[in-house]
């Protein structure tokens, strides 16, 4: 049973959010999975935001990639909202891949945590969120400065 949740999470390794270059199990949506003895699969999950634009999108997409591991014969996707995402569920290989330090925790409650020495406020275009509500992420992806709300986990 281990070595089939194993395949199942390399799938969703390759199961990307389009909103942010993280794979869904890196990003940390997925809470449980669990397998029973005829192939029937039960993930817990949720989404950086309860108003993802891409919640159908990213839910096909992950049944998609789960049921084609061989033996699965099917897949039920729960949605929840308790806990609710935050950042700091990210893995520490994909905080690497992003390009955020590894001794930094990513605490919601600090106004910016990689905030950069200019003075700007940052705005999410996206939900309108400032800096001063809600950190917005300074990080590197492919060698390219990026901004990330926390909230919506827009690219800015």
């Known amino acids: 049973m ?4 194993n395949k199942i999470i390399e799938a969703l390794k390759e199961v990307y959010d389009p909103e942010i270059p993280i794979n869904v199990y890196d990003l940390g949506l997925i809470y449980e999975i669990k397998v029973d003895n005829i192939g029937k699969v039960n993930i817990l ?5 309860p108003t993802c634009p891409t919640a159908d999108f990213i839910k096909e997409m992950i049944t998609d990639a789960v049921i084609s591991v061989n033996g699965i014969k099917s897949v039920d996707i729960e949605l929840t909202f308790e806990p609710m995402w935050t950042p700091d569920k990210i893995t520490k290989e994909a905080r690497e891949e992003l390009g955020f330090e590894e001794d930094k925790t990513i605490d919601l409650g600090v106004k910016n945590v990689f905030y950069d ?7 999410c275009f996206n939900c309108g969120i400032t800096e001063n509500q809600r950190p917005i992420f300074n990080a ?3 060698k390219e400065k990026i901004w990330i709300c926390a909230l919506c986990m827009t690219k800015l």
């Open 45 to 49: 999950m949720t989404l950086t935001s």
């Open 2 to 5: 281990d070595n089939l949740k």
């Open 117 to 123: 020495s200019k003075n700007e406020e940052k705005i």
């Open 140 to 142: 590197s992806f492919k």
